[in-house]
């Protein structure tokens, strides 16, 4: 089960790598999107899918998944949502200035 | 008394010289210096009588105990003879340039505060015990040098001049440092004293010879020895006083001071004296052949005082010889050498304060246009004279007695047997011989062609006439001394010379009165060395004649092909090269970094997991293949193709909520409520997020992008993945330590007092993690707020009053 996780992850990260290599602003935004997406499901990976049961303790004690990386998880869930947005909007002004989302065209001035 | 202080009196008296200077306008600010050198000079003088009886005095002030560096002043014949030099010379220049600089026009106030920061600096190379004190009053001379070559800031000669002298000159400092540190690590010490104790341990050392070649790159930078003398010659542009004081007499000396220092660490290394002797003898040989050349009188003094360092420091390397051989004749190398280190001293300083004064007074420096000047300065040519029939090495001055001992050791040198000295000790002699004659035609040139001849009417900016009293003074006492040496030299022997020489070979004599050389002006009709001085008088009078015939052989050498040329080369590379690499790689492109990133990751990880056999994957240690997770699995796959490979807007991102929702069913299938809750939210908001904004967004144009850049975009993409999941592969296969799951599952109960394990982890356990993730949120908030709302374009920014 982690061998094909593994390997879906390391497709979804060639993919998001590629998109990050693009011109293209708004593909570099969804290849951050796909990177985070990507490191999740690693993050829960590398914890181990043993089968056992959801971590919510009811009554008898029993065999639970690992509960730590899911916290780690969720935290960074939230973290890369925020960032997602605000470069989301960072993109939205920055076309709107500039009239561009080329970005070999934003390279700003040549010092000197 | 600590009279280590006494080292930094100049520094103290610098910080009073600004105010001196703005309040004390009738007086020139030169006589309130004047008393710092002298009373320096006065106070060093008592020290004679005890070193030479062979004694030293030692004063210490501590400054970083904990690590071995302090203030040390050390003085011994070596360093008290240095101390004399730099004090007593100090205080003729400062009288000079009283003459010389005038107060109304120059500004004084930093002159002086530049010059006694030199004397402090200086006072402290050669009266240091500590290695890395020492090296910070020898960048201290560097840096108060620069500040004097570049007094006349406005001048682009200047600047040029004081930046050249400080790269070289810095350059062998830090050589120098590293030299100092490797014998701090040899030594286990950073005192002198201690080093020249421990000494013979050192020979055979892994670090010997490079410490010994590191210390001597600055020595011979800052001694301007072949091939880094470039420097001296273009630091000619400093007022006259600072030339005859630093690039004569003190600083120029600081290398030979380091070499005669460190004789008895290094002397036992054959590398040192082939280097010493060998470098010193080309730099002999290269300043006096292209003295000649130059036309401007500074720059003629410049090339003589590179070869007679040249001269000095060969015989410095010859007197190491007696760390081998005991044979009696070499003794009179080291003896030779500090002899001629004073004498230089005097006779360079009349000639360059001599120079000074025909610039002053004619306008010009260029020999080209001076000329028969004997008789409108009569008092100037007698001293040039002196001091230029020293240069030469014609009695009855002092210049003669010590070139003698000079062609005496050289010759002696050819009967030294080791180091294969037997077969190349015949070049010494003839090298040494002719650059004799070349010292001679200089000296010549230089007091006969600006002294002697014709004048040349109307070509002089000003009506010369003889110089001012005051100004005469101080190249009058050198000129006297000049000539009083070569009277009395063994009483210069007694009081200054034995003592020095004592301290630079201590395995030869244990006190100075063992001494048993006599100087003497006559050594019979049988002495080698008369003969050669008669030839080199023979041969530099006849070339001397016929100068202006065979002086235009210099203009055959190219100018690309000297060592300027190559120094310009080196810096207009590091400036203009440089930059141009810089720019070769530093595109401005984002994707360009990226790569570079990128591809640096996967190949530094790639290798060290294959070169280190890190490389395992255990499959037993894996759950099974579930079934929905494989259709989850393809899903994913085909929704993130989608995301690539989609050309509207649109699909592209109605595709990222499909891989954002199969992300979630994962959660769901992985036994991960909370994740799968949170996941399904946030990808909600985030696809309504990118809806809204969907509006505005450009479409999804590649701004073509060509196959070649694809494929490379690719092929770094496709090594990140590979990377990636080998690495997470093998970590998987290799876990070291169990989770510490069981702690929380056991614990969340009694503990914390819930049941969720992934809340209470997020909320109890780990807390603060949780905090500052609320926190970024709130700034992602605010800044996409602020992106929104503030709008301070240039348009609106333009007139603020509206």
């Known amino acids: 089960m982690e061998t094909l996780i593994t390997l879906l992850v390391g497709v979804l990260v060639t993919i998001a790598v590629y998109l990050l290599l693009s011109k293209n602003m708004i593909r570099v935004i969804l290849g951050t999107a796909i990177l985070s997406h990507a490191i999740h499901l690693l993050i829960l990976t590398m914890g181990g899918l043993k089968k056992g049961g959801v971590p919510l303790i009811e009554g008898e004690a029993g065999s639970y998944t690992d509960a730590l990386p899911q916290a780690l998880i969720l935290t960074a869930i939230v973290i890369s949502f925020a960032v997602t947005a605000f470069l989301l909007v960072l993109a939205y002004r920055t076309y709107k200035e500039t009239g561009s989302d080329n970005l070999d065209a934003l390279r700003g001035v040549n010092d000197e | 008394m600590e009279f280590v202080l006494l080292i930094f009196l100049p520094i103290v008296a610098a910080l009073f010289i600004p105010l001196l200077f703005k309040r004390m306008k009738r007086i020139h600010t030169g006589w309130f210096v004047l008393a710092v050198p002298l009373v320096l000079f006065l106070y060093y003088a008592t020290f004679i009588p005890s070193t030479m009886d062979g004694g030293h005095a030692i004063s210490e002030l501590q400054w970083i105990p904990s690590m071995g560096i302090s203030f040390v002043s050390y003085i011994d014949g070596l360093s008290l003879l240095f101390s004399l030099l730099i004090t007593g010379i100090g205080s003729l ?122 210390l001597l790159l600055g020595a011979f930078t800052k001694s301007a020895q072949f091939p880094f003398y470039i420097w001296l010659p273009d630091a000619m542009e400093a007022p006259t006083p600072v030339s005859a004081y630093l690039h004569s007499a003190t600083m120029v000396k600081a290398g030979l001071y380091l070499v005669a220092r460190f004789t008895p660490i290094f002397a ?66 080291m003896f030779g050498a500090i002899f001629h280190l004073i004498n230089h001293a005097t006779f360079k300083g009349s000639l360059f304060m001599i120079a000074g004064i025909v610039d002053h007074e004619t306008g010009t420096r260029d020999i080209r246009k001076l000329g028969g000047l004997m008789s409108i300065m009569p008092v100037s040519f007698t001293i040039v004279f002196i001091g230029s029939m020293s240069m030469a090495g014609l009695p009855p001055f002092n210049g003669f007695l010590s070139k003698e001992m000079f062609l005496q050791s050289m010759v002696a040198i050819r009967q030294f047997e080791l180091f ?202 894996f759950a099974h293949i579930g079934v929905y997770s494989v259709i989850n699995a393809v899903i994913l796959l085909l929704a993130v193709c989608f995301v690539l490979l989609s050309k509207t807007r649109l699909a592209a991102i109605i595709a990222l909520g499909a891989v954002g929702y199969s992300v979630a069913l994962f959660f769901v299938i992985f036994k991960a409520p909370d994740l799968a ?89 780990r807390g603060f993690d949780t905090l500052f993730e609320i926190a970024v949120l709130s700034i992602a908030g605010i800044g996409v707020l602020g992106m929104i709302k503030l709008r301070l374009g240039r348009k609106e920014n333009s007139d603020e009053n509206k």
Do not use: C
Request: aromatic letters at 14%.
């Open chain 2, 420 to 621: 294969q000295f037997d077969t190349w000790g015949i070049l010494f002699p003839v090298i040494a011989w002719i650059a004799s004659v070349f010292t001679f035609v200089y000296s010549f040139y230089f007091v006969f062609r600006t002294f002697a001849g014709k004048r040349k009417e109307g070509q002089l900016p000003q009506e010369p006439h003889e110089a001012p009293v005051g100004m005469l003074i101080s190249p009058v006492i050198l000129g006297v001394l000049v000539v009083g040496i070569f009277f009395i030299p063994n009483f210069v022997a007694k009081w200054l010379i034995k003592p020095a020489v004592a301290a630079i070979q201590p395995n030869l004599y244990s006190q100075p009165g063992d001494i048993d050389i006599h100087v003497a002006a006559w050594h019979g009709f049988k002495s080698v060395e008369l003969w050669l001085t008669v030839g080199v008088i023979v041969v530099g009078a006849l070339l001397f004649i016929s100068l202006s015939k065979w002086q235009k052989v210099y203009g055959l050498q190219p100018a690309k092909l000297s060592l300027n040329a190559l120094y310009d080369g080196m810096m207009s590379f590091s400036e203009k090269g440089m930059n141009r690499i810089s720019r070769f790689y530093m595109t401005g492109l984002i994707r360009t970094y990226m790569i570079y990133i990128f591809a640096f990751i996967s190949v530094a990880v790639l290798v060290i997991l294959f070169t280190q056999d890190a490389f395992v994957v255990d499959m037993d240690s």
């Open chain 2, 93 to 214: 220049v400062v009288l000079y340039s009283i003459f010389y600089l005038d107060k109304n026009k120059e500004k004084l106030g930093n002159f002086y505060v530049y010059l006694l920061l030199f004397m402090s600096a200086m006072l402290g190379v050669v009266q240091s015990d500590n290695v890395i004190s020492l090296y910070l009053f020898w960048e201290l001379t560097s840096i108060s040098s620069f500040l004097l070559i570049g007094y006349w800031f406005t001048r682009d000669r200047s600047r040029f001049g004081a930046l050249k002298s400080m790269m070289i000159t810095v350059f062998g400092g830090l050589m120098m440092l590293g030299g100092f540190v490797l014998l701090g690590i040899m030594g286990d010490t950073y005192s002198i004293r201690e080093l020249i104790a421990s000494a013979p341990d050192f020979v055979g050392h892994d670090y010997f010879t490079l410490a010994l070649v590191l």
């Open chain 2, 677 to 765: 809750l949170t996941q399904l939210v946030i990808e909600t908001v985030s696809v309504a997020l990118f809806l809204l904004a969907f509006k505005h967004l450009p479409a999804l144009k590649d701004h073509g992008e060509t196959v070649k850049t694809k494929m490379t975009n690719g092929i770094v993409a496709i090594g990140v993945g590979i990377t990636v999941t080998l690495v997470a592969l093998s970590a998987h296969s290799q876990k070291l330590i169990p989770s510490i799951a069981q702690f929380y599952k056991d614990t969340v109960k009694t503990e914390a007092g819930g049941g969720n394990i992934v809340n209470v982890i997020l909320v109890d356990y």
């Open chain 2, 268 to 333: 036992f290394s054959e590398v040192w004296v082939w280097l010493v002797t060998g470098i010193g003898l080309l730099t002999l040989f290269w300043g006096s052949l292209f003295a000649v050349k130059q036309t401007d009188l500074k720059a003629i003094l410049a090339f003589s005082t590179v070869s007679q360092l040249g001269l000095i420091m060969s015989l410095l390397g010859a007197g190491a010889i007696t760390f081998h051989s005991n044979d009696a004749i070499f003794k009179f190398a």
